[in-house]
């Protein structure tokens, strides 16, 4: 049985990230468990799909890269593009871990966490493995939400011209309908969004729930070149259903309905389902109950880390806000450990911005 002091579960930008800011407080003997390949969520995406934030080189002003996981890379400048595609997001995350020499054990799918008398132990399908901190970064994406049986989620659709039917219908217009919606439009199909709410044109300032201005200028622009999108709004799809057509959809409970060849479900993630989380963390509903330190409520020494964590105050589904959180947690396992942290490595994190130890003030207002 390998024993580790900690172990970290999903080798996304979280759990790298994290690795990398537990090694340099001082707690070395750390290993990642990820069942698939490095950065593998980001090599599933579409292949038009690129990154909505914006990678520049801001490095050296106390502001790194938006899309860095360290204080000291970015990836527009390895890769010379502002909004990278999910293939290069994955080189990048390959080349950190090389040079930071993470260990990760990739193929190593993660079944079960038990308890024993002086941390946790971890089942997979390469053996058992122990260890007294225990780090949940097993992301979003392996968790879609699917809530009809027919038609794809956004996550598994590798390229839009792949889809054949003419006439498509996406259910959801946040970021991955809108996506979806501009990428069918200007292969020549007549696209329907059918959605309860939309981030376009929202007035919330707050990245997280509005659409980005990346997604709102490129939908814009579809709509003022003319391409066939309707948008409807403050609609629920209750029922999708075969017909001779394709699919029948009920909306608000069958006092309308939709006839459509093909459909798209952009209907986001339940990470809070995954069943390591289940048996790790208190839910309530989509949300993993967390304590300020982002630990289990339940079981000492176990944290989740990345775009799942969620506090009334602050949603940190985007990478820039949940890189803030590495450092702070690595200090904190330094901390109980006993281990002598310096100063200067806790300001180099707290001068780029990537220590957030307090989430009172995480609230986005934009005067204009
Ligand atoms: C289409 C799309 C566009 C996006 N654009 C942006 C953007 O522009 N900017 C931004 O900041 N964010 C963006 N995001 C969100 C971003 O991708 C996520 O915030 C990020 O991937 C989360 O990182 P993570 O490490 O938490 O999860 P992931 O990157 O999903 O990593 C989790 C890892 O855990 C592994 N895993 C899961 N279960 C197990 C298990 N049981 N055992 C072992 N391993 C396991 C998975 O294989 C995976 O490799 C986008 C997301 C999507 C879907």
Redesign the pocket.
């Known amino acids: 049985m390998v024993q580790k002091t900690a172990i970290i ?8 990230g994290l690795n990398i800011a537990l090694n340099q407080f001082g707690i070395r003997d750390t290993l990642i ?10 090599e599933k ?2 292949s038009s ?5 914006p990678s520049f080189t801001t490095n050296g002003f106390g502001m790194p890269d ?2 860095a996981i360290t204080p000291d890379t970015s990836p527009g400048f390895t890769f010379k593009e502002e909004h990278l595609n999910g293939q290069s997001y994955q080189k990048y995350l390959k080349a950190i871990t090389d040079i930071y020499k993470i260990k990760i054990h990739t193929k ?4 079960n966490v038990n308890t024993h008398t002086n941390g946790y132990v971890i089942t ?1 399908n390469k053996g058992n493995f122990t260890c007294k901190y225990l780090f949940i ?6 968790f879609p939400h699917k809530p009809f049986e027919f038609g794809q989620h ?2 598994e659709i590798n390229d839009f011209k792949n889809i054949k039917s003419q006439d498509v219908t996406i259910i959801g217009a946040n ?2 309908g809108i ?1 979806a919606a501009i990428n069918l439009a200007k292969l020549g199909k007549k696209v329907t969004i059918i959605s309860k709410s939309t981030g376009f044109n929202g007035n919330v300032a707050d990245p997280s729930i509005s659409l ?1 201005p990346y997604t709102n200028e490129r939908f814009k622009q579809v709509l003022n070149d003319g391409y066939p999108i309707r948008l409807l709004i403050n609609r629920t799809v209750t029922n999708v259903e075969k017909c001779i057509e394709g699919y029948r959809l009920s909306i608000n409970e069958q006092t309308d309905e939709h006839i459509t060849e093909e459909i798209i479900q952009a209907t986001g993630f339940r990470p809070a389902m ?1 069943p ?1 989380i289940q048996s790790l963390f208190e839910t309530n509903q989509h949300i993993v109950k967390l304590t300020n330190d982002d630990e289990s409520t339940i079981f000492k020494n176990t944290f989740l ?4 964590v969620e506090h009334d105050t602050a949603i940190l ?4 806000k ?1 890189r803030a959180r590495f450092a702070v947690l690595a200090n904190l396992v330094a901390h109980r450990e006993d281990i002598v942290v310096s100063e200067e490595i806790i300001d180099y994190y707290k001068q780029n911005q990537m220590y957030l130890d307090d989430y009172n003030c995480c609230e986005v207002n934009c005067s204009c």
């Open positions: 579960i999903g080798a996304g930008p979280a759990g790298i468990l990820e069942k698939s390949d490095i950065g593998s969520s980001f995406w579409p799909t690129r990154f909505i934030t938006i899309n190593t799918l993660v079944t997979t970064a097993t992301g979003d994406f392996s956004y996550t970021e991955s996506d980005s995954n390591l880390v990345g775009s799942t589904c985007y990478i820039y949940f």
